[in-house]
């Protein structure tokens, strides 16, 4: 038997599922290329991008890469801030959207 869940674990948890509901669409919406998702980490504010990418060509299947950079409080990218960007590596991209957020996820709490 679990225990109670928590009120702040219960926000998170509801936030994070607003959050990736662009992300989610991604996969439905064909002209959706592009969702960039503000995300809070250990006090610091990271904007995530998902891109759709066609690694096979344009009549291929589409699969998404991500980058990720912190990011100012007015939302401009912060100067020597952190960035890692999947989109431009040889990193296989994900076949998922939200699979894809959350490996640059991943990736973002390893990194600090």
């Given at each position: 038997m679990?225990?109670p869940i928590?009120?702040?674990?219960k926000i998170n948890?509801m936030?994070?599922?607003?959050?990736?509901?662009?992300v989610?669409?991604?996969?439905?919406?064909?002209?959706?290329t592009?969702?960039?998702v503000?995300t809070?980490c250990?006090?610091r504010?990271?904007?995530?991008?998902v891109?759709?990418?066609w690694p096979g060509g344009?009549?291929?299947?589409?699969a998404?890469?991500?980058?990720?950079?912190e990011?100012?409080?007015?939302?401009s990218r912060?100067?020597?801030?952190?960035t890692?960007?999947?989109?431009?590596?040889d990193e296989?991209?994900?076949?998922?959207?939200?699979d894809?957020?959350?490996?640059?996820?991943d990736e973002l709490?390893?990194?600090?």
């Amino acid at each position: 038997m679990s225990g109670p869940i928590d009120c702040s674990d219960k926000i998170n948890v509801m936030t994070a599922e607003r959050a990736l509901e662009p992300v989610r669409l991604m996969s439905e919406l064909a002209d959706l290329t592009a969702v960039t998702v503000r995300t809070l980490c250990g006090g610091r504010r990271f904007d995530v991008t998902v891109r759709k990418v066609w690694p096979g060509g344009p009549d291929s299947d589409a699969a998404y890469a991500w980058e990720l950079c912190e990011a100012e409080e007015d939302g401009s990218r912060m100067e020597g801030g952190l960035t890692v960007d999947r989109v431009a590596a040889d990193e296989p991209p994900s076949a998922d959207p939200e699979d894809a957020y959350w490996s640059a996820v991943d990736e973002l709490t390893s990194s600090i």
